[in-house]
């Protein structure tokens, strides 16, 4: 988790991910943000995201990001 | 004789009344609607005595801010496009340049444009709109007009921190139109997706077709482009078969397998631009969309949208470039050398463009507008202003125009023209920081800032987003002891970039 919030604070180090739920709909993170992120957690985590999860639910908090990436992971 | 663009849209009008013209979905406007609302809100600005001046226009992207651009230049006024998500300093700097007397707003952004530091009148387009049309006013305003007045300003980055605004007027805009239709395969039965903003002159690829022809535009919501399966949904939902997107827009839908997962059933043209595909992911799109005609535009903003294409009906290999091809008709391409004269086939030289695409200029600002807005290099016999692109380039074999790079710190980054300049004059502004330098990462199209001071990486991040749009906001922001210079006293990039490798 800390090294999601690592990669996070990097794109954008003035939010606080850590108690944000509403990443999307607030348009905290951006179309940009969204392929960056997905890239780096893909590199880091050793995951392969497909197109069926990227979905507002699954990106709105670190938490929801956090359960895709365990989801994928034990898969 | 074609000699205004409002020419396009009187005749459709007239022709197709009760066919959708631009929509985003929920709102649209018919042909009639939008002749309507548009000479309506034309109406209404001439009624404030303005002419052959600017009208800011800050509403979210939708059919109805097509109207109060058309609205604009019926009022024989040129609109500039400005967007809510445009920080607060960019919107004051553009105000600045222009001074304009009146800004068009919507109900949604009514209160951003009233804490904007602007002393003219704020209109809702809505009460514009509703005004009652003066027939006689506006053919007054016709009969003066002539097809070198200017129909718009758009603004884009310059490496001092200060926007630069394209002027460009009817003939510019014409020849355009009426190039681009004749290359790509445009009709009454297009259906466009548009991706660009509208405060760029991007959109023109779309909504000057669509007013030719009587074809019908939707602006796809600016989320659908974070879901690539949603996205692919849409195209097929409101059956979009052309769009003229940026390549990461592209990338997003293919490089997570939805083209298989859910084929796109009526696209069948698919233009991009502005940016590299890499070839894998187009070898993919051509290998799902085996009848689509794929194109690649080439471009800038100062040559009124596009000026080169290319028609990419093969299959290429990895490391090969995709060619930017040949100019549309009309427009001129001159390869010029560092001695000033044309280069030899198939040597690399700067781009220079002529011709009637080649737009008024920068507004208010003779000395950037004398910079790139040149004599042709080749003769001195007459004036012949060209466009001097800062782009490099050569010739193939086959005489298709292949990019090859800047001449300076300009970068394409997601489908922006960015100045790394832009961002290290922003970067300056910042008290704690005394040096800054801003390098782009093509490989993982990052754009990195390096800088020395007492800011934090967090704090200068801060700094950076009050002035900067998004899109220009550096991935990697770090912190030095020294900035590295070179033998005379210069920043070492080189050493930097090194760095940034690590």
Aim: proline residues 6%; hydrophobic residues 40%.
């Amino acid at each position: 988790m800390e090294q999601l919030l690592n990669i996070l604070n990097e794109l954008h180090p003035d939010v606080d991910f850590e108690s944000r739920e509403d990443l999307i709909d607030e348009g905290i993170l951006d179309s940009l943000d969204i392929v960056t992120l997905i890239t780096e957690i893909n590199d880091a985590f050793d995951v392969s995201i497909p197109a069926e999860e990227i979905i507002p639910e699954n990106f709105n908090s670190a938490a929801a990001i956090w359960a895709l990436i365990e989801k994928l992971d034990e898969a | 004789m074609l000699t205004n663009i409002l020419q396009y849209l009187e005749g459709t009008a007239a022709r197709l009344p009760d066919k959708l013209a631009f929509s985003d979905g929920e709102q649209g406007l018919t042909f009639g609607e939008l002749s309507r609302l548009s000479r309506a809100i034309g109406s209404a600005v001439c009624a404030r005595g303005m002419r052959r001046e600017p009208v800011v226009i800050l509403m979210e992207k939708s059919a109805m801010e097509i109207a109060a651009f058309f609205g604009t230049v019926y009022a024989g006024c040129f609109y500039v496009p400005m967007d809510a998500e445009m920080p607060m300093l960019r919107m004051q700097k553009i105000l600045e340049t222009l001074q304009p007397r009146l800004l068009i707003c919507s109900a949604k952004t009514e209160r951003l444009a009233r804490e904007l530091p602007f002393e003219g009148e704020i209109a809702d387009c809505a009460s514009l709109a509703a005004c009652a049309e003066n027939g006689a006013a506006l053919a007054a305003v016709r009969a003066a007009q002539i097809d070198v007045d200017p129909i718009y300003v758009v603004f884009t980055s310059g490496s001092t921190g200060m926007p630069k605004g394209v002027a460009a007027c009817h003939r510019s805009v014409i020849d355009y139109t009426e190039s681009l239709c004749e290359a790509l395969p445009f009709g009454e039965d297009t259906v466009f997706g548009n991706q660009t903003p509208l405060y760029f002159d991007a959109p023109l690829k779309e909504i000057m077709p669509t007013v030719k022809y009587g074809a019908t535009t939707y602006f796809i919501p600016k989320k659908q482009f974070m879901f690539p399966f949603k996205l692919a949904e849409y195209l097929n939902e409101y059956r979009i078969n052309t769009v003229c997107w940026v390549v990461s827009a592209l990338t997003m839908i293919s490089s997570f397998d939805v083209l298989e997962k859910c084929p796109l059933r009526y696209l069948h043209t698919v233009a991009f631009g502005s940016e590299v595909f890499p070839i894998r992911q187009f070898n993919l799109w051509r290998a799902a969309l085996p009848e689509a005609r794929f194109f690649n535009l080439y471009g800038p903003t100062e040559a009124t949208g596009m000026s080169c294409y290319y028609e990419a009906n093969r299959t290429f290999e990895e490391g090969e470039s995709i060619p930017v091809g040949r100019p549309f008709r009309n427009t001129g391409l001159l390869l010029i050398g560092e001695d000033g004269r044309e280069v030899a086939p198939g040597e690399r030289g700067e781009i220079y463009l002529r011709g009637t695409c080649v737009t008024l200029g920068y507004f208010a600002n003779p000395e950037k507008t004398s910079e790139a807005f040149v004599q042709n290099p080749l003769h001195h016999a007459y004036p012949e202003t060209v466009y001097r692109t800062g782009d490099l380039g050569y010739l193939n074999e086959a005489g298709e125009l292949m990019f090859v790079g800047r001449r300076d710190h300009q970068i394409k980054h997601m489908g922006h023209r960015i100045e790394l300049g832009e961002i290290e004059a922003a970067a300056a502004t910042d008290p704690g920081v005394r040096r800054a330098c801003c390098l782009y990462d093509e490989a993982g199209r990052k754009i990195a800032i390096f800088y020395t001071g007492d800011q934090t990486p967090g704090g200068l991040g801060a700094t950076l987003k009050k002035l900067l749009p998004r899109y220009m906001l550096p991935a990697t922001v770090r912190q030095l002891e020294t900035m590295p210079l070179t033998a005379n006293g210069k920043l070492d990039r080189q050493t930097l970039r090194a760095m940034l490798n690590e």
